[in-house]
């Protein structure tokens, strides 16, 4: 301390703490010594010196000093300012209004470059600390994978204040103690919320959430608030019960002048369906969409798609670069999926819960972006592929990677304790159709035991030559079902056995719902050999939920059974076309083997490095973990101790063996339950003559009743469908011994579908 003498030392001096820094928290006297140093009162100035302290502004040169900011503590207020460099000395109090004035803005100066560093210093920890809390829960809810029995070595990390910490309990206590570190920081800086800094260091100002909501639906790609999807929705009405056909809708430049006043009304019909598509696409800000004209129906194309069997799925290309040609600074409209729900679907589908589902498989970049929604329908992403066939499913290599993207999505998305509550909803379907089912099915059977199985009308009638349309009369139907559920639960032992065994299935992976994407080049990573089978991508999630992993394998081996695009026989079940035991075994077999690294982060919407996609070419290809340890090249480090290798291997082999066979069991129970579904879903899909049902509230054709516009030769006959897989379903009730086949009539006798294995 120097003890040269100035004006100012002659005032009586006090002592004070010596501060590390600008923070307002004392130095730690354990670990290092307070500096007492002897402050001077400031001399009163005359009033006319105080205000001279305007009058000169510091030069730059004085400005960029390199001298410490002054204090700006409550105990420090009466400072005008500090020691330069390493401070051996005393700045006296009274000098020349010129310094004052010096000081007074480079006091202003430092203090804000100090209080954005510290906002800088804030957000980069608090942002460490969120990550580290994030990776905390994260192993504490992971589980331990079979194929590693040694304890992973956990690195250790410097904490501040704590030496470093290799257990769970050090490690917590250390981050807690920086939380607190770190929120007594905030409070002494005044701040009441973490900063967010851009990638310049700029503060990032956070847009409200009713402005953010607005904002969002610019932009009608998958977005994220606070973790959630956000997709715009409005509550529009799209009437499609004249554009029924799979031949119109064409652009003015493709389609040719109509011949005849039928081919006129049909032209006209699609070209005002067209107008109102645009309109919903302008309403929802759909990317681009808005550069076409909302009288442009002619520029459309719009193509309805085959095989969708529950809506009306149409494909909207917008208008070629040579009508809409490229503008600087603005999107391009891209192609869309239209999907217009059927005007029986609202008893099959709760459409809430459906989006609910979407926005979960969003989180996990699983199928199709969801672009907006309305009243009856939405628009989705549109892929650039192609649909697989009937016979891509008995495609050997094509199976199995049907089998792992199945066992992808079982192990990818968890199950909420409620849905695992309600039990698997192959069952809760059934209950929940079975009021419309039955008043249908009653009405029918009514129509068969008056006799007028003989006078078939048209098409809609053919299912009435082969007597009713479960078999049976609906209450032996009826009772069947609740014999099997019984059978069931005794199968498993108890619900609570059942709920274990619960898994997040599609339910509906028939051929139509898979798609194979079509590289964007022939560097994209899913031509690699590992992600290959990342090329097929399932969609129309309308029917996902909880269920056993034996129920998926039932309703996609019993699609192979049919051709939804055949000429003549669409609603048929070909059990002759069902897997073999050796194309079971082999799909099961791939799904078992399969080990899908799931990404510790895949719940959060945020992109992750690595192989990651860069457009709609590749959707749902995340980056994998790679191995940490070294222990998973070393064979003889994964047999627990006192046992070989070979003999480990050996009971790992044992243990998928009898999974696989397990699985195989449990398909084969699971295929009564999965054609009871679909019975009653072609029974609730049909249209009725003369059965009167509530009209559809959003102003749809009455059920019951042919839309206007729609061939009823080339509908899909659902009652006919319903009929041929109520006899697969009595089929396998005779296999599973849960009733003789002299039990039943002898008309349904020859008819049954029999599948013995």
């Known amino acids: ?424 909803n192959v069952l809760r379907n059934w209950d929940k159709w079975l009021d419309q089912v039955e008043k249908t099915v009653s009405f029918l059977d009514d129509q068969i035991q008056a006799g007028s199985s003989s006078a078939s009308r048209g098409p809609a009638d053919a299912w009435k030559a082969n007597g009713f349309v479960c078999g049976v009369e609906w209450p032996v139907f009826k009772a069947m079902v609740e014999k099997y559920r019984k059978f069931l639960v005794k199968y498993y032992g108890s619900d609570k056995n059942l709920r274990e065994k619960l898994v997040f299935a599609h339910n509906d992976t028939q051929y139509g719902n898979i798609l194979r994407i079509r590289p964007d080049d022939q560097k994209s990573p899913l031509l690699q050999p590992a992600n290959q089978h990342k090329q097929l991508i399932v969609i129309d999630f309308e029917y996902a939920a909880a269920n056993a992993p034996g129920l998926e394998f039932a309703n996609h081996f019993s699609e192979w059974t049919y051709n939804y695009h055949d000429p003549v026989n669409a609603h048929a079940c070909n059990t002759s076309n069902y897997p073999t035991i050796e194309e079971q075994e082999r799909f099961i077999r791939a799904y078992v083997e399969h080990k899908p690294r799931i990404p510790s982060n895949a719940s959060t919407p945020k992109s992750s490095s690595g192989l990651t996609p860069s457009g709609p070419g590749t959707p749902g290809l995340r980056s994998t973990n790679s191995a940490s340890s070294i222990v998973e090249f070393m064979l003889d480090a994964r047999a627990p101790a006192g046992s070989s290798w070979k003999e480990e291997e050996a009971r790992r082999e044992e243990e998928s063996e009898k999974r696989i066979q397990e699985l195989m069991e449990e398909a084969r129970l699971w295929r009564i339950a999965n054609s009871a579904m679909w019975v009653a879903w072609g029974i609730v899909q049909a249209k009725i003559p003369g059965l009167k049902l509530v009209p559809d509230p959003n102003g749809g054709p009455v059920e019951g009743e042919t839309a206007e516009g729609e061939d009823d030769a080339d509908a899909f006959d659902y009652l006919r469908y319903s009929q041929d897989r109520a006899y697969f379903f009595w089929g396998d009730c005779v296999v599973m011994g849960l009733v003789q086949k002299e039990e039943l009539p002898e008309n349904l006798r020859s008819k049954l579908k029999l599948v013995p294995y």
């Open 1 to 424: 301390m120097s003890s040269s003498s100035t004006p100012g030392s002659l005032q009586p001096k006090r002592s004070a703490i010596k501060l590390n820094d600008d923070n307002s928290e004392r130095s730690n006297p354990t670990s290092s010594t307070n500096k007492v140093v002897q402050i001077s009162e400031p001399e009163p100035r005359p009033a006319e010196e105080a205000s001279s302290k305007r009058q000169f502004a510091a030069s730059i040169a004085r400005r960029l000093s390199g001298r410490p900011p002054a204090a700006t503590g409550s105990s420090r207020a009466s400072v005008n300012s500090q020691t330069s460099g390493e401070g051996s000395g005393l700045q006296t109090a009274a000098g020349s209004s010129a310094n004052i004035a010096e000081d007074a803005q480079r006091q202003s100066h430092h203090r804000h470059g100090l209080d954005r560093a510290s906002e800088k210093l804030v957000s980069q920890i608090a942002d460490w600390l969120q990550r580290e809390k994030a990776k905390k829960a994260t192993r504490k809810t992971q589980k331990v994978s079979t194929r590693r029995k040694s304890p992973p070595v956990e690195k250790q990390h410097d904490r501040p204040g704590s030496a470093c910490s290799a257990t769970s309990g050090s490690s917590e206590v250390s981050l807690d103690r920086l939380q607190r570190i770190l929120d007594d920081s905030m409070e002494a800086l005044g701040l009441t919320s973490t900063p967010h800094l851009g990638p310049y260091g700029g503060r990032r100002h956070r847009k409200s959430l009713k402005n953010l909501a607005l904002s969002r639906t610019v932009s009608s790609d998958t977005e994220f608030f606070d973790g959630d999807v956000v997709v715009p929705a409005c509550d529009g009405f799209l009437d499609n019960s004249k554009t029924l056909s799979y031949s119109g809708g064409k652009a003015a430049v493709d389609d040719a002048s109509a011949s005849t006043a039928k081919e006129e009304k049909e032209r006209q019909a699609w070209i005002t369906f067209k107008n109102e598509i645009i309109r919903l696409t302008h309403t929802l800000k759909l990317k681009g969409w808005r550069r076409v004209p909302l009288e442009g129906g002619d520029m459309i194309a719009v193509e309805r798609l085959s095989g969708a069997l529950t809506n009306a799925v149409y494909v909207v290309s917008p208008p070629p670069e040579s009508v809409l040609p490229p503008q600087e600074g603005k999107k391009q409209p891209k192609k869309v999926l239209l999907r217009i729900y059927g005007p029986q679907v609202e008893h099959l589908i709760d459409r809430e819960k459906e989006l609910g589902v979407l926005r979960r498989l969003a989180r996990k970049k699983i199928g199709p972006r969801l672009l907006g929604t309305f009243l009856n329908g939405r628009f989705e992403q549109y892929f650039e592929s192609t649909t697989l066939t009937p016979s891509d499913l008995r495609e050997p290599d094509t199976s199995k990677q049907i089998a792992k993207r199945m066992r992808e999505l079982h192990d990818g998305v968890d199950l909420l304790e409620e849905e695992k509550d309600e039990g698997p």
